[in-house]
């Protein structure tokens, strides 16, 4: 049973496309994340939501759109894809507790290449 | 503003022990985790500590210091399987699950 899944795992596109990576969690938790992980293997938030609703929007162009359909799932979406955005995106979910402690899981990541 | 700092690579044999140092600048902290990442994979939970001192879970033990804004991971009893990057994490302050990585320490074992 995966507990945080990914889709596609490998992604790659040309430069100006649209393309979208889909989360899924099944571990019943509030709150969600999307990570991007470069080259230098430097993992850094892009955004988070809780309970469908946005909390951290870290900077990150207008081009990368999070979409929560519901809090199981959380989506990114990306336009007019540059070089730059190569990298893997990890996305993790944790309960969303108000206090300490607030475990983060991780999904097994989307290799993007852009070409 | 937040900082947290890490070495970058650290080589070790097989059966030996191991310490990863950690240290950060923050408002607000609200603990600190570690995380393993082996190559292609995704990172898994290690550690979390909020208070001083250490916490032991088999080979592993994570120590903390808020005075000193420091942290360390201690792995004994070395298998090669533990070659991986090894990422502390500071949760501050703010949103929930607000996390900073360090950039990660990547640590091989030799036999």
């Known amino acids: 049973d995966t507990a945080v899944s990914q889709t596609p795992k490998y992604l790659v596109t040309q430069m100006g496309n649209d393309k979208s990576i889909k989360c899924e969690q099944n571990l019943g938790h509030d709150t969600m994340y999307w990570y991007k992980q470069d080259s230098k293997k430097f993992l850094k938030i892009m955004f988070s939501y809780n309970n469908k609703e946005l909390i951290i929007n870290e900077t990150v162009p207008n081009r990368f759109s999070p979409k929560s359909p519901d809090k199981a799932h959380l989506n990114l979406h990306i336009n007019s894809l540059e070089l730059g955005d190569s990298a893997v995106y990890f996305c993790?979910?944790?309960?969303?507790?108000?206090?300490?402690?607030?475990?983060?899981?991780f999904g097994p990541g989307t290799r993007l290449t852009v070409l | 503003g937040q900082n947290i700092d890490q070495p970058t690579e650290m080589t070790a044999t097989e059966g030996a022990i191991v310490q990863i140092n950690c240290t950060y600048q923050t408002s607000g902290f609200n603990g600190l985790f570690w995380y393993q990442q082996h190559a292609g994979e995704a990172p898994t939970f290690l550690s979390y500590?909020?208070?001083?001192g250490l916490e032991e879970k088999g080979r592993f033990s994570s120590f903390l210091s808020r005075s000193k804004g420091y942290s360390y991971l201690l792995l004994k009893e070395l298998q090669m399987k533990d070659s991986a990057s090894y990422l502390c994490a500071m949760n501050y302050g703010g949103s929930q699950g607000n996390l900073i990585f360090g950039k990660g320490t990547k640590l091989s074992v030799k036999p």
């Open positions: 500590n909020v208070l001083d």
């Open positions: 993790a979910s944790s309960q969303g507790l108000t206090d300490w402690g607030d475990t983060q899981y």
